[in-house]
Structure formats: C-alpha cells, structure tokens
T-cell receptor
Framework: NAGVTQTPKFQVLKTGQSMTLQCAQDMNHNSMYWYRQDPGMGLRLIYYSASEGTTDKGEVPNGYNVSRLNKREFSLRLESAAPSQTSVYFC?????????????FGSGTRLTVV | AQSVTQLDSQVPVFEEAPVELRCNYSSSVSVYLFWYVQYPNQGLQLLLKYLSGSTLVKGINGFEAEFNKSQTSFHLRKPSVHISDTAEYFCAVSDLDAGGTSYGKLTFGQGTILTVHP
C-alpha cells in the first residue's frame, strides 16, 4: 500500500539515551516533514526536507537532528533524550504543488522519555 | 501563516445534530487551507482542502468547509453528525509565494475534540 511508513510505533527511552526514528514514503514525493504532537498544542514542525540532500529547521528543532538519506527516507535522531521530548512524532510527505498538494501522514511514533 | 486558531478546544454534540468547528488564521499572503481528522491512536487523515476555485469545499464523510478571505476563516461543518465522527480535528494553513506555490510547511491549529453523544 502506498503511503508513509514510520518505525518504531512505540518507544520508551531513559533520559540521555539516543535513538533514531525512521520514516519512508513510496509516493515519489520530494518534500518530507517531521512534526511532534503534544496535547493542546496541535502539531509543531521540527525539521523538513524540500528535496533530497536538503534539510531545514522548523519551529522546534532543538534537541533533534535529521538525515534525508535518499528521496524515500527521512530520519529523525534524538542524541540525548530528555523528558520534554516525550511526545507523538509524525512524519509526512507531499508533492510541492498542483491539485494533489497535501500531506500524507505516517501512523506516528509514541515516544516516552523517563 | 503566522498562526492558526481553532476557537473551541472541545465540542460536545448529540448524534444527528449539526456541528460547526471554527478556524481562523493570520497571514499576510495567500494560503492553502486544510482540515484533518485524527481518530484515537491513529495518524491524521485529510478531510478536505481549499487550494483555489469555489470557496465552498466538500470533503469526505459529509463534511464541508467555507473559505472566507475577508474574515480569514475556514470553518468546518456537518449537517448531521454520527457517533463515528468522534475524533480530534485539526485546521492547517500553508502560505503561498508570489507565484502561487506553497512553501510546503503547514501550520496547525491546536485541535478541536468533537464528541458525539447518543
């Protein structure tokens, strides 16, 4: 099935541990995004990649790094996890323009940092 | 968009009643507008979008929204809700450049939890 695949679905980390969230899309989209969702705050953009080889900071980039490995894959890394990074993380992709413009989201990664 | 405000954090309603979820945005440029729905423990699904053309947009599951440029609003409506419409709804906006192309980034509102009671 075409779409956006995120792994893992759930993760518990101890403060200071590191991990990488994986995201892959098979829709040949150039643009990919990482958002975090917190209660009452909607979704906030962490990083995005307009095309393979480029990445840019979003609204809340501190504590995160990203890699656009190729056109399909866009990973998010937490180098030293903190309790404030407990959240649900969503990856999304889209075409850049035209009538099909609009995000397709993955199913999310629920991360708890203790 | 500088900001997106969903005016109600929670909306309780009885089954078969009409509902309106309100969304206002602030932006100094032209925009694309979206409504997404999130069912419990799931990802976000596109309900409808306004890119251009008619300001009244129809989406899935009987929802519709109207773009009002002068009031910078994009309210979501459904004439008769079902229990299965219980979910969280997000309004989102993407700014356009001078050529009418999206910058790509969506700014989301805080979400509105719609609860439909029997």
């Amino acid at each position: 099935n075409a779409g956006v695949t995120q792994t893992p679905k759930f993760q518990v980390l101890k403060t200071g541990q590191s991990m990488t969230l994986q995201c892959a899309q098979d829709m040949n989209h150039n643009s990919m995004y990482w958002y975090r969702q917190d209660p009452g705050m909607g979704l906030r953009l962490i990083y995005y990649s307009a095309s393979e080889g480029t990445t840019d900071k979003g609204e809340v980039p501190n504590g995160y790094n990203v890699s656009r490995l190729n056109k399909r894959e866009f990973s998010l890394r937490l180098e030293s996890a903190a309790p404030s990074q407990t959240s649900v993380y969503f990856c999304a992709s889209t075409v850049e323009t035209g009538p099909n413009y609009g995000y397709t989201f993955g199913s999310g990664t629920r991360l708890t940092v203790v | 968009a500088q900001s997106v405000t969903q005016l109600d954090s929670q909306v309780p309603v009885f089954e078969e009643a009409p509902v309106e979820l309100r969304c206002n945005y602030s932006s100094s440029v032209s925009v694309y507008l979206f409504w997404y729905v999130q069912y419990p423990n799931q990802g976000l699904q596109l309900l409808l979008k306004y890119l251009s053309g008619s300001t009244l947009v129809k989406g899935i599951n009987g929802f519709e929204a109207e773009f009002n440029k002068s009031q910078t609003s994009f309210h979501l409506r459904k004439p008769s809700v079902h229990i299965s419409d219980t979910a969280e709804y997000f309004c989102a906006v993407s700014d356009l450049d001078a050529g009418g192309t999206s910058y790509g980034k969506l700014t989301f509102g805080q979400g509105t939890i719609l609860t439909v009671h029997p």
